[in-house]
């Protein structure tokens, strides 16, 4: 079946760095695949979805993500972390394609003033 | 457009007891899916209403129900509660309910503790 894994559950960067989060997947057609951020005590909220279209896709919040197929990669990044970037992230797959979504174990980032 | 909205926030629980979470979707949206979410299991999906049918079910016992209404609206009911059972219940809608065309939104969830 297909999945995801979240490689690091705690990040911690300093603000103004380079955040990069790492998901891989295991699948061997070109999967539905979304990062997610959960605020405390909040739900889920889109932050990106790679369906295909292009390989480097532009999310909210200044956040990216690049689908590589050759290491069955698709890492978060964000070129300057904000404090307000502090959050649990979520890599998914969508394997069937509605809304039965397999979710990574999350990762946690932490950023220092 | 106001967003998915679950009630109650917080629930406390006796062990044995049943309990009933309501969803409401956000306007026109037909489908919604209900997820647990523990420290332990991470993100498991329950199962997914569209049109006030079943579509998907995760793979969770009978204990766990739901439905939908004909407005869209849906409840989950987890009857003879378990320890194990405490969790943060998030609801999700979407328009057809599929995947890569219609992300799913979240609401910002139930807190179920049994004690």
């Known amino acids: 079946a297909q999945s995801v894994t979240q490689l690091g559950s705690h990040v911690s960067v300093s603000e103004g760095a380079l955040v990069l989060l790492r998901c891989n997947y295991s699948s061997s057609v070109p999967p539905y695949l979304f990062w997610y951020v959960q605020y405390p005590n909040q739900g889920l909220q889109l932050l990106l979805k790679y369906t295909s279209a292009a390989t480097l896709v532009k999310g909210i919040n200044g956040f990216e993500a690049e689908f590589k197929k050759s290491e069955t990669s698709f890492h978060l990044t964000k070129p300057s972390a904000h404090m307000s970037d502090a959050a649990e992230y979520f890599c998914a797959v969508n394997p069937y394609n509605n809304n039965d979504m397999r979710f990574g174990a999350g990762t946690r980032l932490t950023v220092k003033p | 457009k106001a967003g998915v909205t679950q009630t109650p926030r917080y629930l406390i629980k006796t062990r044995g007891q049943q309990v009933t979470l309501s969803c409401s979707p956000i306007s026109g949206h037909r489908s919604v899916s209900w997820y647990q979410q523990t420290p332990g299991q991470g993100l498991q999906f329950l199962f997914e209403?569209?049109?006030?049918?079943?579509?998907n079910k995760g793979n969770f016992p009978g204990r766990f129900s739901g439905r939908q209404f004909s407005n869209s609206r849906s409840e989950m009911n987890v009857s003879t509660l378990e320890l194990g059972d405490s969790a943060l219940y998030l609801c999700?809608?979407?328009?057809?309910?599929?995947?890569?065309?219609?992300?799913?939104?979240f609401g910002n969830g139930t807190r179920l503790t049994v004690t």
């Open positions: 209403y569209f049109s006030e049918t079943q579509r």
């Open positions: 999700a809608s979407s328009s057809d309910g599929t995947g890569d065309n219609s992300p799913l939104h």
